[in-house]
């Protein structure tokens, strides 16, 4: 019988020990979630719950706000991926595909992005959302995380692994810049597409540090602010508190798994591990 290697085996348990470590705090918030409010503070320590309920689910559902919170970060995420793929889409093919005066300058200045934490930007920011009016609305919320300098150089990697044949045979057809983008590059890139809209839906969808400062009204909050609001004069309702959370996280989770196959193949495909 043929022998596992031992470095096989302990890769394995690492796996796994790696996995419980990462499933634990779900775990337990879904099980604090199944619990009633007062079992929640109670000193005697329970794995499980020890009376079984779904009223932190049902109260949480109930108030109105959570349901509010989730359609706000839906609608943020949804607008913040669908703009940053148009605009790192059309930056990308321009660096890539087409030959201008000053075009590594230009490059080089949105790659600055890197260097620069969105807290250093936050008070030019709000001035500005605050000078064109935008303070508490979805347009202030979206327009600060719409460009994405990660995107614009993954997709601009990936540009530049394309043939150029593909491109002068359309511009040959009398195809313009946009058309060719559409109609040539973007089918050949929806692998990598895909994975940059889920990883930026999801990034939107976490965002906290933005809202909380451009956000002055409940009903425009979003659910990483909103879980900031669960908790009373009779301090934080845990079970609510996690009821929240879990459903805050569960249309993402969602998402990635529905889409997890896209996104493997187009990280491979960036990586250049798939042809």
């Known amino acids: 019988m043929k022998r596992t290697p031992f470095w096989t085996v302990a890769g394995a348990l690492c796996a796994v020990v790696l996995a419980a470590l990462w499933a634990f705090p779900l775990l337990w918030a879904l099980s604090t979630s199944l619990r009633p409010e007062l079992e929640t503070v109670a000193t005697r320590f329970h794995w499980l719950p020890q009376t079984w309920t779904l009223d932190a689910y049902r109260k949480t559902l109930g108030a109105g706000n959570v349901v509010r919170w989730l359609l706000n970060s839906f609608a943020v995420a949804l607008l913040v991926t669908v703009v940053t793929m148009a605009i790192s889409l059309m930056a990308a093919y321009s660096f890539s595909q087409l030959r201008f005066k000053g075009r590594g300058i230009v490059f080089g200045i949105a790659m600055l992005g890197f260097l620069l934490p969105f807290e250093a930007l936050l008070v030019p920011l709000f001035r500005t959302m605050h000078q064109l009016g935008l303070i508490n609305s979805y347009a202030g919320i979206v327009l600060p995380q719409v460009v994405a300098p990660v995107v614009i150089y993954v997709f601009r990697q990936f540009f530049d692994a394309i043939p150029a044949d593909f491109r002068e045979a359309a511009v040959m057809d009398g195809a313009g810049p946009l058309r060719v983008?559409?109609?040539?590059?973007?089918?050949?890139?929806?692998?990598?597409?895909?994975?940059?809209?889920?990883?930026?839906?999801?990034?939107?969808?976490?965002?906290?540090?933005?809202?909380?400062?451009?956000?002055?009204?409940?009903?425009?909050?979003?659910?990483?602010?909103?879980?900031t609001q669960t908790y009373d004069a009779f301090g934080v309702r845990y079970a609510q508190l996690m009821a929240a959370a879990l459903l805050g996280a569960l249309p993402v989770a969602l998402a990635y798994v529905l889409f997890q196959r896209r996104v493997t193949q187009g990280f491979l495909a960036a990586s250049g591990l798939k042809g």
């Not at 969808?205 to 009204?217: A, K, M, R």
């Open 181 to 227: 983008l559409w109609s040539v590059y973007l089918p050949i890139s929806g692998n990598i597409v895909w994975a940059m809209a889920i990883v930026t839906f999801i990034a939107a969808w976490n965002n906290f540090l933005w809202p909380f400062i451009i956000v002055t009204s409940n009903d425009m909050m979003t659910i990483p602010l909103g879980l």
